[in-house]
């Protein structure tokens, strides 16, 4: 017996997305290709992981470009996925420490009993470190010593 074949509604419905991107997706080659019926997109059941599979590496930060280097080496080179996931893992590093530093700087301000931060030296110091090109975890590292 066949698997069921989804109209490309149906896929959409059953996945949480819009058929545009559907059509998208299918365009980059993330999806297989459809068969067509009376002119209209139909998708096999298991179309329905590959979507999943698509929203969930989107959601961990891989570009679509990613995704379609990752989705070419479905069941092959293991080593594309890994030099892939070691960049995003190295990526969503950086991105924490910039958040926590963004965190740790929001919360100084509202601890600060300055009313006025240009007061404060520590928010001196990060001011002065970015001017001089330092990204704010950085100068945030190097301010984090300064009272305030």
Known sequence: ???HMLTIGELADR???ATSALRYWDELGLLPAPVRVSGQ???PESALALVGAVLLLRDAGFSLAEQKALMATRGGA?????????RKLAELDEQIAKARAAREAIEHGLRCGRDDLL???NF???VTARLAGQPLQDAHEHCAGHGG
């Open 15 to 17: 996945a949480g997305v």
């Open 41 to 43: 997109r139909r998708y």
């Open 119 to 121: 007061g404060c030296p």
């Open 78 to 86: 293991r080593e594309e996925w890994d030099r892939l996931a070691r």
């Open 1 to 3: 017996m066949s698997e």
């Open 124 to 126: 001196n110091g990060l």
